[in-house]
Structures are given as structure tokens and as C-alpha cells.
């Protein structure tokens, strides 16, 4: 089993960046696919992005594609999402997810959640 934590959540305005780490427990962490997932009030849980394994290869939903970064770093168990030019629209509870050996970005794929860290955007 995997036990994933998220962090970094918080108050920004629009413009502003903000990084979500996540950490997982265990000794096999390089085992998994990650990836970030958010959910809006009153909307379906959405894919934000994903990477493989090592990290050599990621994929980013349209809506955020060259604003965010997802990356990882094994050695710490860490998983981050570095959020550039933030929008209200970005306003979502975001979730940290691993997925054993095959990389994927849809959110029925993903078998361990972290319980979630707020990203709040104003105007």
C-alpha cells in the first residue's frame, strides 16, 4: 500500500505561482506512475498531469500545458506541481495519485489518493 500527502495549497491571486509537493510512503516509490488531478466545486474530478516512473515522460491536460510542471524526485519519494500564471479557473482541491508500473492520465487508473490541498485563485 501507498500513503500519499499532499502540500502547499493555498490563497493566491491571479498571475501568482504556487508548488504542490506530495510525498509518499515506502520503498518503492520508483515503482509508480504519479499524477496530479483536480477537482472544482460542483464538477468531475479532472486529470491536471502525469509523469513516468523516472520522470522521463510527462503529459499535461490542454488547460494547463506551459503553465504547469509536474516533476519528481525518487530519492525523496516527492512528487511536485509547479503552477506558473495562475487563473481563478485553477481554483480546485488537488490531488496527488500513483499508479503501479504503467503510465497513464485518466483518473480510474490511478489505485492510491492523497486526501487533497486547496488551491484557492482570486481575481
Known amino acids: 500500500q501507498v500513503q500519499l500527502v499532499e502540500s502547499g495549497g493555498g490563497l493566491v491571486q491571479a498571475g501568482d505561482s504556487l508548488r504542490l509537493s506530495c510525498v509518499a510512503s515506502?520503498?518503492?516509490?520508483?515503482?509508480?506512475?504519479m499524477g496530479w488531478f483536480r477537482q472544482a466545486p460542483g464538477k468531475e474530478r479532472e486529470d491536471v498531469a502525469a509523469?513516468?516512473?523516472?520522470?522521463?515522460?510527462?503529459y499535461y491536460a490542454d488547460s494547463v500545458k506551459g503553465r504547469f510542471t509536474i516533476s519528481r524526485d525518487n530519492a525523496k519519494n516527492t512528487v511536485y506541481l509547479q503552477m506558473n500564471s495562475l487563473k481563478p479557473e485553477d481554483t480546485a482541491v488537488y490531488y496527488c495519485?500513483?499508479?503501479?508500473?504503467?503510465?497513464?492520465?485518466?483518473?480510474?487508473?490511478?489505485?492510491?489518493w492523497g486526501q487533497g490541498t486547496q488551491v484557492t485563485v482570486s481575481s
Open positions: 495519485a500513483a499508479r503501479y508500473l504503467l503510465f497513464s492520465s485518466a483518473v480510474s487508473s490511478y489505485d492510491y
Open positions: 515506502g520503498r518503492t516509490f520508483s515503482s509508480y506512475v
Open positions: 509523469i513516468s516512473r523516472n520522470g522521463g515522460n510527462t
